[in-house]
């Protein structure tokens, strides 16, 4: 998981590229996000994970 995230919000490649690199289908990789985001949005409660969020969209941005 930790390794999607960084690939995904940290490097900003797409879903495809994921896949490749690590050698699964896209779908997986879709299903592997969403499953780590629901994980973040229970962990960290509501307000922590929109500024999660919106950090990583600002960050990816730039």
Do not use: C, D, H
């Not at 299903?31 to 929109?50: F, I, N």
């Amino acid at each position: 998981m930790r390794e999607l995230m960084r690939m995904s919000f940290i490097e900003g490649l797409r879903n495809a590229e994921i896949a490749e690199r690590l050698g699964v289908a896209e779908i997986t990789v879709k299903k592997r996000k969403a499953r780590m985001l629901a994980m973040l949005r229970e962990r960290l409660g509501p307000e922590a994970y929109l500024l999660l969020i919106l950090l990583w969209r600002l960050a990816g941005t730039q």
